[in-house]
């Protein structure tokens, strides 16, 4: 029992020094907030002029079939959308689409998740 207590007495500055470093970056990060990224619109929700900027299309594989794709893969898929939006200036999003393409490769399967939508900006 007393080469254990030693040998943690040993290790315990470097976890805690490792346990402050996890704590202190995880809180410095900042996030960005979803009310800043430009919102995705359906076409009747346009009631103002506008000027389309970019077609905008992001995509993502992921191992394993597409029924296994969960509803974070999808919110991945329309908050990407936004960030890109977002990185040309636009204002909002319309005509957002998603897309899953199933894949066999020998035994694996892998799908790909393929956002497309179009960038505007309002007069």
């Known amino acids: 029992m007393g080469r ?6 040993q290790g315990l500055p470097a976890l805690l020094l490792f346990c402050a470093f996890v704590l202190t970056c995880g809180c410095a990060m900042t996030t960005r907030h979803q009310e800043e990224l430009p919102p995705l619109l359906a076409q009747d929700e346009l009631l103002r002029p506008h000027q389309t900027i970019a077609t905008i299309e992001v995509h993502r594989g992921s191992f ?3 029924w296994e794709l969960t509803p ?15 990185k040309i200036g636009a204002e909002a999003v319309v ?3 998603i897309r899953v393409e199933q894949q066999q490769y020998i035994v694996f399967p ?7 939508g179009i960038a505007i900006k309002f007069r």
């Open 4 to 9: 254990f207590c030693d040998g943690w007495k």
């Open 64 to 66: 394993g079939s597409s």
């Open 72 to 86: 974070a893969d999808y919110n991945w898929a329309h908050r990407a959308l936004r960030e890109e939006a977002e």
């Open 95 to 97: 005509l957002s689409e």
């Open 110 to 116: 892998s799908s790909e998740i393929r956002a497309k």
